[in-house]
């Protein structure tokens, strides 16, 4: 088999990047216990899908998917719409250069993108008068980022071509 690196890829479906961001939303949604420790998924996938995919995939669907977050988190219009819209940018921004490391140095990347996320929702809560949630809150982003690796195999799934097509 060949490694990860040197496989050619089919091209991404429209159909697989619109179901991994549902999915992602449908996990942001469910009722978890202490939402702060938990990983944004929404903000994982969008990472990924800007690195990987940045003609496809860009500030719109950020804002997109980040309005639609707010509508379903029930919180203040637009914190996430600018908060993915700016990891967006550094993810586009940055994709060349993420994609040369390996997988964790990809995930520190990610991480710091992640908390400069985070970073960018939080000011706007507590701009908005929210009082400052705790320093859990840098679990989350971290916790995605330790998921990059993970996240990374499972959305390339549907690309990556049996070893009889990486003969011929």
Do not use: K
């Not at 998924?41 to 500030?59: E, S, Y």
């Not at 967006?88 to 994709?95: C, D, P, T, Y």
Request: glycine residues 8%; contains cysteine; proline residues 7%.
């Amino acid at each position: 088999m060949l490694p990860a690196r040197s496989q050619i890829l089919l091209p991404v479906r429209a159909s697989t990047i619109v179901a991994s961001f549902a999915l992602a939303l449908f996990l942001n949604f469910l009722p978890w216990p202490d939402v702060r420790v938990v990983p944004d998924f929404v903000a994982l996938v969008l990472a990924f899908w800007c690195v990987r995919q940045p003609r496809l995939v860009g500030l719109g669907v950020a804002w997109t998917l980040g309005l639609l977050s707010d509508a379903g988190n029930g919180v203040l219009l637009g914190q996430h719409a600018l908060a993915y819209s700016l990891l967006a940018f550094l993810a586009i921004w940055l994709s060349r250069r993420i994609l040369w490391f390996g997988p964790g140095l990809q995930a520190l990347h990610v991480a710091l993108m992640l908390l400069v996320t985070q970073g960018v929702a939080l000011l706007v809560r507590l701009a908005a008068g929210d009082p400052f949630p705790g320093w859990a809150i840098l679990v989350g982003p971290l916790a995605g980022a330790m998921l990059w690796p993970a996240a990374t195999w499972l959305l390339l799934l549907p690309q990556r071509r049996t070893e009889r097509e990486q003969a011929i």
